[in-house]
């Protein structure tokens, strides 16, 4: 039996006292010992920001590679060895900004990945710049007359690329976070989980009394079909008023990249010997050259 | 009379199936027991435009084209306009009666032969698209080579569309054989086949390098198309289900080298295939698998730059740029492979090296390299030498077997931590991009990070030792010295022998196959040697003769240089050759 104590180990975390990282971080080891998924059975790919640590905070397999990158990494880890579980976490620069043509191929490949991004609406790290989904008109010091942009809507965007698991978390609900990290980890492909984060030293406008007071779960509205692809659409563009978390868009399910790859069907391919029973196989290549 | 060596060009624009003409024309020679070299010549276009294909055919191994023409095939008019005069006096052309003579005057040395080329094509096979195969039939007729090897590629290579297709094109080849038999023009150039002859090979480059590559474990590769890098990504794309070989054309260059990183992290050999611009937006994850001491192997096929330059064309002008590509310092190899051979060489060592040391490896190849067909004996592919050496990378059993916590980046004597890959619980361990504490946590502790930089910089004692060459051919005393790297050894090669059939220890060459980590006392020795160095480099800053000076302080005396996108020929070294002394 996996416990969420299986996860305890590695540095102290970095962040800010009140971050919603630390809420991540739980969520996130609860839902593994949930899923009976052990530390050495998953690797955590992860980008470049505060977020990104993450994997330093606890005992698992981590990648920490570059901005903007984790989910190309992910790619290559699941081809070379789709035995293990890959789960990228990364914030919305990293997810939205630099990585973004990854995240919408991945989504349209259904790479079979868990894509958490630690959605707090501005860049942490680097000190307080505009992200791609903060507000149009956010004042940071790249943009001190107001972000002249409209944001980016990753659900939006995830459901057009073709994701088949589309969902919202918030870090302030610690219990739904873990049952929607575990559903992600359940689905066969590739499922996005954009985690509403609040950031208590650089977006300040956007704290725990903003989201408590909007935030509503779609599970409770019993009308709501996470089947139908454009109640999600409009779901996924509401905000302001109210904003709603949970699990926007289930669709049906498409075989995932891993399993159409005829090079994986037998075994993994880091499984398969390297010796010369291999090397004399190639050589019946030099046939062709004749 | 006898021919050393005979070439063969044959023209017309793009979309008219030069290459693939060309190339068939080439398995043929080959198949007779000839030695051809093979070079396709073509612009960054789909259609129109001036493309061509050189054979150069002998009954010795061939290392190089040249720039005289035995026999052009003019496919258009431009063709005559662009080669005429490269054909030898003697030689002759042909080119079809319909396209008729570009306007001038016309040269009396060369037999002219306007034959029907696409009627004949039209009657005997029953399509126009036939010509090239009987023009390249004329050819055969002309030079007196027996035509059955053209049948046997033609049913080689036409087997899947039909028997009524293999007769047609078979037919079509008859006619233009006997067209090429009864030219009455003065054509004395002869090339017969070698009946008997051992079976040899024809491969370019691209394709020893990957078979190389496959043969030594390579099990991933991810790349973004860009001539010529693609080529070899259409290779692995093409055998992948075969060999069970992930293949993936991914959304861009960055993508695909942190793929092939994430799947070297987890134990796959993985290759990024590209091109000097695609590598341009490859170097900052190159650097992430030097500091995270992931096995990587890079091959870049090196094209004109800057930016898009000329598309494709050759130039070693990436020499500098792969020496320091990325920022920050990391060890890596640097291999340029100069022939077919060392490409295979190269494809199956990379690997090795790769994952031995826990660094990226680079191959550098070019345009030239990685296009030119060429005959090869059979056991100059040597399977028997190809190892697959993974080093200090732990099995299940010695996990297992472990007392005390892994530590990925343990400092070690050599710089070489044991290592192990993520998926067995004794080894749960993070790696990351950061600068990392033994353990792999982020650290910025001066000590920590002396202590990393130092590791992975001890690990250049143990590479330097992996290094060969430089390599010398050529008499051991000569007057000169031409020093190059790469693909430019194969014309200098030529250039040196005939010097030397001149006069006997004229010349010879000393070739570097690789630059990184410089192989310094073994170079220096080399230049001692010497009694007059010429750089001979396809760039225009001489990139090696800087490398020469930083590394052993030697400054070559001349300098040949070129960079006008086209490859070293021997005639334009020994041309170049007067004017530098």
């Known amino acids: 039996m996996v416990t969420r104590r299986d996860f305890a180990g590695g540095e102290t975390p970095t962040w800010c006292t009140g971050c919603g990282n630390f809420a991540i971080l739980n969520g996130i080891k609860m839902a593994l010992a949930e899923q009976e998924i052990a530390p050495h059975e998953i690797l955590l790919v992860t980008g470049i920001g505060c977020g990104s640590k993450l994997p330093h905070y606890m005992h698992v397999n981590g990648f920490h590679t570059l901005h903007g990158r984790p989910v190309a990494v992910a790619t290559g880890v699941r081809l070379a060895n789709h035995g293990l579980r890959v789960m990228v976490v990364h914030g919305d620069g990293d997810g939205y900004g630099e990585g973004l043509s990854h995240f919408l191929n991945a989504a349209r490949r259904n790479l079979n990945i868990v894509d958490l991004v630690q959605d707090n609406r501005v860049y942490g790290l680097t000190r307080g710049q505009y992200s791609p989904t903060s507000e149009r008109g956010k004042r940071t010091p790249t943009t001190p007359a107001g972000a002249i942009e409209w944001p980016v809507n990753p659900l939006a965007l995830a459901i057009t690329a073709g994701a088949t698991f589309v969902s919202r978390g918030y870090s302030g609900e610690l219990e739904h976070l873990v049952w929607l990290i575990g559903e992600a980890l359940q689905h066969p492909g590739y499922a996005l989980v954009d985690v509403l984060q609040p950031c208590v030293t650089w977006n300040r406008n956007y704290a725990y009394d903003f989201y408590r007071e909007r935030v509503y779960k779609l599970e409770e509205d019993a009308a709501y079909d996470p089947r139908d692809r454009t109640a999600a659409w409009e779901r996924a563009h509401e905000w302001d008023e109210r904003i709603p978390i949970g699990i926007f868009y289930r669709g049906e399910l498409k075989p995932t990249y891993e399993e159409q790859v005829a090079a994986l069907v037998s075994s993994c391919l880091v499984d398969r010997p390297l010796d010369r029973e291999w090397i004399l196989h190639v050589e019946e290549l030099m046939q062709t050259f004749f | ?581």
Request: glycine share 10%; hydrophobic share 40%.
């Open chain 2, 1 to 581: 009379m006898a021919q050393r060596d005979l070439a063969i060009r044959i023209g017309g624009e793009a979309g008219m199936g030069l290459e693939s003409s060309g190339a068939g024309f080439a398995r043929a020679l080959t198949r007779g027991g000839l030695y051809v070299f093979g070079l396709p010549d073509y612009y960054s276009r789909i259609r129109g435009g001036h493309n061509f294909y050189s054979i150069r055919v002998a009954r010795h191994p061939l290392y190089t084209h040249a720039e005289p023409v035995h026999v052009l095939l003019a496919l258009d008019r431009e063709t005559i306009r662009r080669h005429v005069n490269h054909v030898v006096p003697g030689g002759a052309i042909i080119y079809d009666e319909k396209d008729g003579l570009p306007e001038g005057p016309r040269r009396a040395d060369v037999g002219f032969c306007a034959l029907p080329l696409s009627q004949l094509a039209e009657e005997k096979g029953g399509r126009e698209v036939m010509r090239n195969t009987l023009a390249l039939g004329v050819v055969a007729g002309l030079i007196g080579f027996d035509p059955q090897y053209m049948a046997s590629v033609i049913r080689d290579n036409f087997a899947r569309k039909g028997q009524a297709v293999v007769d047609a094109n078979l037919r079509v080849v008859e006619a233009g054989v006997q067209a090429g038999c009864s030219f009455d023009g003065d054509f004395s150039f002869r090339m017969e086949a070698v009946p008997g002859a051992p079976a040899r090979v024809m491969m370019n480059g691209t394709e020893a390098f990957a078979l190389g590559a496959l043969a030594g474990g390579c099990r991933f590769v991810a790349g973004y198309p860009m001539t010529p890098g693609s080529l070899a990504l259409h290779w692995f794309a093409r055998y992948a289900d075969q060999y069970g070989v992930a293949t993936k054309h991914a959304e861009d260059e960055i993508a695909a080298i942190n793929m092939a990183i994430g799947a070297g992290l987890v134990g796959a050999r993985a290759l990024v295939p590209t091109s000097g611009g695609g590598f341009s937006l490859m170097v900052e994850a190159l650097g992430m698998a030097g500091i995270a001491e992931i096995p990587l192997v890079v091959y870049e096929a090196q094209r004109p730059g800057p930016a898009t330059g000329l598309a494709t064309r050759n130039e070693q002008g990436d020499l500098m740029f792969a020496l320091y590509a990325s920022q920050g310092e990391f060890p890596r190899f640097i291999l340029t492979p100069g022939t077919v051979e060392d490409c295979f060489r190269a494809g199956w060592q990379s690997f090795n090296l790769a994952e031995k040391h826990q660094t990226p490896a680079i191959i550098l190849s070019d345009h030239y390299l990685a296009v030119a067909q060429r005959t090869l004996d059979v056991e100059s592919i040597d399977f028997d030498a190809v190892t697959i050496e993974r080093g200090e990378l732990l099995t299940d059993q010695d996990l297992d077997a472990m007392e005390e916590p892994y530590r990925r980046f343990r400092v070690t004597a050599s710089g070489i931590s044991p290592r192990a890959v993520p998926g067995h619980p004794k080894a749960v361990f993070v790696t990351t991009a950061n600068e990392h504490t033994e353990r792999g946590a982020i650290t910025e502790e001066p000590a920590d990070r002396v202590a990393q930089t130092e590791k992975r910089l001890r690990k250049l004692k143990g590479m330097q030792q992996e290094i060969e060459g430089p390599f010398w051919y050529g008499p051991e005393e000569a007057e000169l010295t031409f020093v190059c790297w790469g693909s430019t050894c194969g014309p200098l090669r030529e250039a040196v022998d005939r010097l030397n059939a001149g006069r006997a220890g004229r010349a010879n060459m000393l070739y570097f196959t690789a630059l990184c980590p410089f192989p310094t006392a073994a170079t220096a020795e080399a230049l001692n040697r010497t009694r007059r160095t010429v750089a001979v480099e396809c760039n225009a800053t001489g990139q090696l003769e800087s490398l020469l000076r930083m590394q052993t302080c030697w400054q070559v005396e001349r300098s040949i240089r070129r960079y006008d996108g086209r490859p070293f020929t021997p005639e334009y070294i020994l041309g170049k050759l007067e004017q530098a002394l």
